[in-house]
């Protein structure tokens, strides 16, 4: 079992551009969550995917959109960046569903710089 | 709003010390308190986590402290070891919720051989 994947690992971009992140959940998982770490700070919830639509959303603008797949992978997308958005961008992802709480599997973590 | 505060926001041990981590939040619907260790480059990864019903628990070398009243909990790392150099994020959970994870912001931890 490969775990949570992320893909890229680093990621350079400037500012206006527009950047795609990846993720693969854990095997049996249908449930993925993206997370912002800014250096030094925990990381802050953005938004979570189940059967392909967003959940719920944290204190994030617009500007920020993602998407599920139908094989539960997901991406997320960052328009018009900005410096502030330079981050590890953190996939996590579980199985939803019974009454008890099922753990969350974080992925490494896509490194965005945005110069 | 910060819903976790965590403290201190550093620490530094010698090998064998107990460091202790602590955490208050505010949210009542909070019932599922887990800890994470963070290495450079790495993602978060689970260590031990907690419901409100129980004092205290141990895995290995790491205990939970959990006082429900106080809306405090603290984690202690028994005979610490170098290897345990690494970012401490406690958590709270509304597992009847939507399940996102709320951080704190973390514990830089250095254990010194």
């Known amino acids: 079992d490969a775990g949570v994947t992320q893909s890229p690992t680093h990621l350079i971009k400037t500012r206006g551009q527009q950047v795609t992140l990846r993720c693969s959940p854990k095997s049996g998982h249908d449930t993925v969550s993206w997370y912002q770490q800014a250096l030094g700070q925990g990381p802050q919830f953005i938004f979570q995917?189940?059967?392909?639509?967003?959940?719920q959303r944290g204190n994030f603008p617009d500007r920020f959109s993602g998407h599920q797949f139908p094989n539960y992978s997901s991406e997320l997308n960052v328009n018009a960046l900005l410096l502030g958005d330079s981050a590890l961008y953190l996939c996590?992802?579980?199985?939803?569903?019974?009454?008890?709480?099922?753990?969350?599997?974080f992925g490494p973590g896509t490194r965005l710089t945005v110069l | 709003q910060q819903q976790v505060k965590q403290s201190p926001q550093s620490l530094i041990v010698q090998k064998g010390g107990i460091p202790i981590i602590n955490c208050a939040y505010e949210n009542t619907a909070f019932d599922y308190f887990p800890w994470y260790q963070q290495f450079p480059g790495k993602g978060p990864a689970l260590l031990i986590a907690?419901?409100?019903?129980?004092s205290e628990k141990k895995e290995g070398r790491f205990t939970i402290s959990f006082n429900k009243s106080a809306k405090q909990f603290s984690l202690h790392i028994m005979d610490s070891q170098p290897g345990d150099s690494a970012t401490y994020f406690c958590a709270a959970i509304n597992s009847g919720g939507y399940q996102k994870v709320t951080f704190g912001t973390g514990t830089k931890l250095q254990v010194i051989p």
């Open positions: 996590a992802s579980t199985l939803l569903g019974g009454s008890s709480y099922n753990e969350q599997f």
């Open positions: 907690i419901r409100p019903d129980v």
């Open positions: 995917y189940y059967e392909e639509e967003e959940r």
